[in-house]
């Protein structure tokens, strides 16, 4: 049985789940860094109108927690959470969602090495989206160069050129250069220049007062790679001193990107897969 939390049940979920984050086998993204964030994640969906907090129960007990969020305007919907004991619990998770958001792009995050959440997913005809190192870097660890190109931060004039090359390196990605645009603000968006002509970018926003995120990178060289990085961290550690960490997916293929991250601080925290499967279509 599925059951939407209210939130005299928040601490029962939160045990629950935060019990299943002692190995990387039932983890689920967003990968917590401890309890309280996790609670303070579940907290928000139980608040919010465009998320949502459930759990499964068989015979009264509880047997699965799922966090989500919605994107209306792009019928866009990914967990934040999804713990599960055992895989008949992630197909009743699983049956819920996929029958209240039957209009929605569906995204789960979860470990690669999840792999009875994997299992449920294929036979449910999810696929994965992206494949991707989860890079972290705690600033005390952050060794930064000096840039060997002309890294330049892209502001309201640069935009329109960085429109056309960001949509064309990161054609698959969410943040495409029309939502970038809609958020400009809270962006911090560095390319490589040679002459006038973009070769390389960086783009990285602030997630809350300790954490922040590459979201994406492309580089042609080690050099200009570690130019960019350098550059985004800089940009982040000076906007916000109180940063701790910044997180960094970089896809299986990105290894110049990857092999620079490592040169900087980084290191490998866990493989990521990203599971999709469009609601709206009908098998």
């Not at 309280?36 to 579940?42: G, L, R, T, V, Y």
């Not at 449920?120 to 840039?147: H, I, K, T």
């Amino acid at each position: 049985m599925i059951k939407v939390l209210e939130k005299q049940a928040l601490d029962e979920a939160v045990d629950f789940a935060w019990k299943l984050c002692d190995k990387m086998e039932t983890r689920s993204y967003t990968l917590f860094e401890n309890r309280e964030a996790m609670e303070h994640k579940f907290q928000w969906s139980l608040e919010q109108d465009e998320g949502e907090l459930i759990a499964c129960y068989h015979d009264n007990v509880l047997k699965g927690v799922a966090s989500y969020f919605l994107i209306p305007r792009d019928s866009y919907a990914q967990t934040t959470g999804f713990y599960v004991h055992d895989e008949h619990a992630a197909h009743e998770i699983l049956d819920f969602l996929e029958h209240k958001l039957a209009q929605y792009s569906m995204h789960i995050g979860i470990p690669a090495e999840n792999t009875m959440a994997a299992s449920a997913l294929e036979s449910r005809g999810y696929s994965v989206e992206e494949r991707s190192y989860d890079m972290r870097c705690d600033m005390q660890d952050f060794n930064p160069a000096s840039p060997k190109h002309n890294i330049v931060r892209v502001d309201e004039d640069l935009f329109p050129q960085y429109a056309e090359f960001h949509d064309r390196h990161f054609r698959d990605f969410y943040w495409n250069s029309a939502r970038l645009a809609e958020q400009l603000e809270d962006w911090y968006i560095f390319v490589a220049l040679e002459g006038s002509q973009i070769t390389g970018s960086i783009f990285c926003r602030l997630s809350g007062s300790e954490d922040g995120e590459i979201f994406g990178a492309y580089a042609t060289t080690p050099e200009m790679a570690t130019g960019l990085i350098t550059s985004a961290m800089s940009q982040l550690l000076e906007v916000c001193p109180s940063i701790a960490r910044v997180v960094y997916f970089t896809e299986e293929h990105e290894r110049v990107e990857r092999e620079a991250a490592r040169a900087l601080g980084f290191v490998e925290y866990s493989q990521y897969r990203l599971w999709k499967k469009d609601l709206s279509c009908k098998n």
